[in-house]
């Protein structure tokens, strides 16, 4: 095993052309960490790369991937390894919610979500595995809040990230000390995040101030840092976190429902 204060760190970060990804990449730039920043939108990249670059005199590589594509986790390990670049961290970031009714929303963009969430996330993790251990490296998977109970109005984001939660903490428990491992469960976050989802009128969001996504990258740089398995970032959302535990499931998802449904509904 090498000793990782000797190595110089390498963090690949998905979905870091905006909101909490960028903010990461800006934490781990800040604390010395090259960087390979992957995701659609090849110019943000592009650019977010050269600034980290003079900032703070890191090596900073975008790769465009589409992680919605069944071979996207593939693609975007093979062009890694075409560079030379050996990753000491993953931080799988890249992901997204679609809100409505179950069923009234069509079928082909909560696969896409599904694929993207789940499956390549499990993917990049199983990919960049052997590279992690060697390296006594880390793993940064993003969750959310919504992991914690069923999502009414949000069904499948929830289940997606309740299965990120699961599998994160299993395979921490696995790696032991070999690799430190962290799910991040933020809650409601200011970022592209609520266009995409078309949520605006969600009582979860409506009217609400909600944190920075460079408030949560901040936190949960110092978690991962500080030895955390599972981050949640802000008072109120780890108590909401903690609540659910002691409450009928029933009552959670109504509650949830009561949180969550566009206002005025
Ligand atoms: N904001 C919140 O309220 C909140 C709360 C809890 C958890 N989260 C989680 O935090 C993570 C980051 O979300 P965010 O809030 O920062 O949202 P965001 O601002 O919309 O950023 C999402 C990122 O994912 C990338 N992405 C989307 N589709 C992709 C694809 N097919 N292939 C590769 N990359 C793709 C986007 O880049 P391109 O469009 O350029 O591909 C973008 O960089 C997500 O996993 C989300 O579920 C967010």
């Known amino acids: 095993m090498t000793n990782p204060s000797k190595t110089q760190r390498t963090i690949l970060i998905t979905g870091a052309s905006g909101g909490i990804g960028e903010a990461l990449a800006h934490e781990f730039a800040k604390g010395g960490a090259h960087l390979v920043l992957a995701a659609r939108s090849l110019p943000k990249l592009q650019a977010l790369a050269r600034t980290l670059e003079q900032q703070h005199g890191i090596q900073a590589t975008a790769i465009q991937a589409d992680l919605e594509a069944a071979d996207g986790a593939q693609r975007l390990f093979d062009a890694v390894e075409a560079q030379g670049i050996t990753v000491t961290g993953l931080v799988n970031n890249a992901g997204y919610g679609l809100f409505g009714e179950f069923t009234d929303s069509a079928l082909a963009p909560e696969l896409a979500m599904m694929q993207l969430n789940m499956t390549s996330l499990v993917a990049l993790t199983k990919l960049f595995m052997p590279d992690l251990r060697q390296n006594r490296g880390q793993l940064l998977n993003v969750a959310s809040s919504a992991a914690f109970q069923p999502g009414p109005y949000m069904a499948i984001y929830y289940a997606t990230k309740a299965f990120v939660l699961s599998f994160t903490e299993a395979i921490a ?67 909401m976190a903690q609540s659910v535990r ?6 959670v998802t109504w509650l949830v429902a009561q949180m969550s449904k566009p206002v005025g509904a």
Not at 210 to 224: D, F, G, I
Request: glycine share 10%; with cysteine; hydrophobic share 40%.
């Open 173 to 239: 428990e696995e790696l032991g000390s070999e690799v430190r491992v962290m799910a991040l469960c933020p809650g409601p976050t200011a970022s592209g995040f609520q266009d995409k989802a078309a949520m605006h009128d969600s009582a979860l969001v409506k009217g609400k101030r909600l944190p920075t996504a460079q408030e949560v990258a901040a936190s949960a740089y110092r978690a991962l840092h500080g030895g955390q398995r599972v981050h949640i970032p802000g008072a109120m959302n780890w108590l």
């Open 246 to 251: 002691f409450t009928p499931r029933r009552m």
